[in-house]
């Protein structure tokens, strides 16, 4: 197909798409306006209901509980994937038999500028404390679990980005982060499951709610946000440590 | 309001069209760090500070990093192929 028939084929296509476009944008509701019914109904039900003021964790993790329980099952099918993809060759195999795992076998990189280091390093803390701070308080504001462990499972990147791999890995433990894991994941199926022992649904909130506003209440919810967190944290930190320590082995690797 | 968003949606619209148009990866994922913050506050304009906070981690950090680490990773493969055919052909 010459440059110019293709040209002319995008033409008609994009012609055709703006026309379709412009017909489905022409009655759309005015800016910021909500129709839906359902949205109202949960926001004035979830604080008698499950007493959580955050309403978006308590539909991910209480009305649509079962969902979320995909969604944890997908990151963790996702970090089992990246880990299998990145498992050691042979050859590395061979190496790390002989030489051990330990981080002196990687050729590392020297720490970067003072100034880099002495802001990530102040910053450490704080991201560890706030990660924690988010995914216990996702029942009362805006967060949870899965945020939470995001920002917990950062604190250690920026620990790679001011010193080195070394320093990476002399805070994190690769089995006891894959036991993490899969308790998290495991724990939240559980705790689904401790309803079925009170003769109610899968995932059914029965533990007791608490008092509106504190950290410990609205049942399940609290409980599975910090689950989640735990699993969150965990992958994010293998999925970072397998592919530093494969880019590291194999540049040591070309060395040799 | 509505003008704040609808110039956030129309910087959003311009920076996805930086990051098509950026030829050096380690620019283009900066650009992606950067698109992913827009996104971030898109959602908090929009009323959304959940998906926003993970947006924030999700979108700005963790994703360009996955890309960097992933391209990082290719490049080591690739010259070790590279260099495994030149040895072949040496002998």
Request: glycine residues 10%.
């Amino acid at each position: 197909m010459s440059e110019k028939r293709r040209l002319l084929l995008f033409l008609v296509g994009a012609v055709g798409v703006a026309a379709v476009y412009c017909a489905g944008i022409r009655n759309m509701p005015p800016w910021g306006t909500y129709r839906g019914p359902y949205g109202d109904v949960i926001a004035s039900l979830a604080v008698f209901q499950r007493h959580a003021t955050d309403t978006v964790n308590a539909i991910t993790y209480d009305y649509r509980g079962f969902d979320t329980l995909g969604e944890e099952f997908i990151l963790f099918s996702a970090v089992t994937g990246v880990m299998l993809l990145l498992r050691p060759e042979t050859k590395e195999k061979r190496r790390r038999a002989t030489e051990g795992e330990n981080p002196a076998s990687f050729r590392d990189s020297a720490a970067l500028s003072e100034t880099v280091q002495v802001f990530t390093t102040g910053v450490f803390g704080f991201s560890v404390l706030f990660g924690i701070y988010i995914g216990t308080h996702g029942q009362l504001t805006p967060g949870g679990g899965f945020q939470g462990g995001v920002i917990i499972a950062a604190a250690p990147m920026l620990l790679y980005v001011a010193e080195n791999f070394e320093a990476f890995h002399r805070i994190l433990s690769h089995p006891l982060m894959e036991l993490m894991e899969a308790l998290g994941a495991a724990a939240y199926a559980v705790v689904g499951l401790i309803a079925l022992a009170f003769g109610a649904p899968f995932l059914t909130n029965v533990l007791p709610l608490g008092k509106t506003g504190d950290v410990f209440s609205s049942g399940t919810i609290a409980l599975i946000s910090a689950l989640v967190g735990v699993e969150v944290a965990a992958g994010f930190m293998l999925v970072t440590f397998e592919y530093l320590r494969e880019i590291l082995s194999r540049q040591k690797n070309e060395e040799d | 309001m509505m003008i704040l968003g609808v110039g956030l949606l129309a910087l959003i619209a311009v920076s996805a069209f930086v990051i098509v148009r950026t030829d050096d990866v380690t620019n283009q994922l900066l650009a992606l760090g950067f698109y992913g913050l827009l996104f971030a506050l898109m959602f908090f304009l929009f009323q959304a500070p959940d998906v926003a906070l993970s947006q924030i981690t999700v979108g700005a950090i963790a994703l360009p990093l996955m890309f960097m680490l992933a391209i990082t990773r290719m490049k080591h493969h690739g010259e070790l192929k590279a260099e495994r055919k030149t040895e072949k052909r040496d002998e």
